[in-house]
């Protein structure tokens, strides 16, 4: 009987059935693992997403939490940065469930932190020195958010205090963030401490006009102004006397929030008298910008001032000297 030839030359050696089961198996461990990364991945995104998540849920928490607390006298350096301090706190522990979810075990990563904490400590050391600033700013008190200041040759308002940086806005409304370490180890000039401020005008009299009448037509001017305080007075003195011109200087106190009005209207109305004393064509004195002209006194609130009467509370219980108003029908 006659075979059929066969296309497989009779030389040819085929796998072994062993061999191809081994292959299938390290595929289906291959694929087993990637499954696995890929789900570790997934996870460690999700988790990396709640993390975020919930570092701004807990920030909110805090800022509304220190805004009940302190509803008499709010606080926004202690809300700010406390917002900022939880809000850290929640990432750094989130970033160590990442690495966990990833496979990198907790004391493996302690291990390797406290093998390298020397070069860690050099490499975060200004870091560090910022935050250790703005622990030593939240219990000193130099500054809080709000205030005028003036510090590392930038001037402008505080806006906000965080864990690392302060947020200053410039007159001309731009951003600065400054280094808690570069503020703190600067000198901090805060012009929004004290109620009162001194305006001192120098100005120059030539010799040829009037120098008293120009003088006593200034006191007259300074001494009108409702915005300058009558205690201490006015003070003018003449500085310095050359062959051509007389330098005076008027000094005055005011509120904060006038200084600069002040001051401006005080230079120009110097200018003015200084060229014709007799003259009657002087600008008017704008309106003050404090909420409270009158001067502090001791033991008083932030909320009161000289002249402000207690506003009595509406109810309807009336006391021995109101009259009740009759029932209705």
């Known amino acids: 009987m006659q075979t059929k030839p066969s296309i497989i030359p009779a030389d040819a050696r085929l796998p072994s059935i062993a061999n191809v089961k081994a292959d299938e198996t390290m595929f289906g461990h291959f694929l087993d693992w990637l499954g696995k990364v ?9 988790i990396l997403i709640v993390t975020f998540w919930v570092a701004g849920l807990a920030a909110k928490f805090m800022r509304r939490t220190l805004m009940r607390v ?16 939880a809000r850290y706190a929640i990432v750094a522990i989130g970033l160590v469930a990442v690495l966990q979810q990833l496979g990198v075990q907790a004391t493996s990563i302690i291990a390797v932190l406290g093998a390298a904490s020397l070069a860690i400590g050099l490499a975060l050391q200004g870091a560090l020195s910022n935050v250790a600033a703005g622990v ?7 500054y809080r958010v709000g205030d005028v200041i003036e510090t590392a040759t930038r001037q402008g ?19 600065v963030t400054i280094p808690n370490s570069k503020v703190f180890g600067d000198v901090i000039l805060n012009y929004s401490t004290h109620r009162n401020r001194r305006v001192d005008v120098l100005f120059k009299v ?39 011109y007389a330098q005076a200087a008027i000094r005055a106190w005011v509120a904060a929030a006038d200084f600069g009005p002040v001051k401006t209207d005080l230079m120009l109305a110097a200018h003015l008298l200084a060229e014709d004393p007799a003259r009657e064509d002087l600008p008017p004195p704008r309106p003050t910008k404090a909420k409270d002209p009158s001067p502090a006194m001791p033991g008083e609130g932030s909320n009161h001032h000289l002249f402000k009467l207690p ?12 009259t009740q108003s009759p029932p209705k029908a």
């Open 157 to 175: 308002t505080v806006k906000s205090l965080d864990l690392l940086f302060t947020e200053i806005a410039t007159f001309d409304n731009v951003k």
């Open 206 to 244: 030539p010799l040829k006009t009037d120098l008293v009448g120009a003088l006593k037509r200034l006191r007259e001017r300074a001494e009108s102004d409702p915005r300058i305080r009558k205690d201490p007075a006015v003070m003018i003195e003449v500085t310095d006397l050359s062959e051509a």
């Open 136 to 142: 030593m700013i939240l219990l000193f008190r130099p």
């Open 311 to 322: 506003v009595p509370r509406r109810g309807r219980k009336s006391g021995p000297g109101k």
């Open 70 to 85: 302190h509803r008499s006298n709010p606080d926004p350096t202690l809300e700010s940065f406390s917002a900022s301090l």
């Open 38 to 46: 890929a789900v570790n991945l997934v996870v460690a995104a999700l």
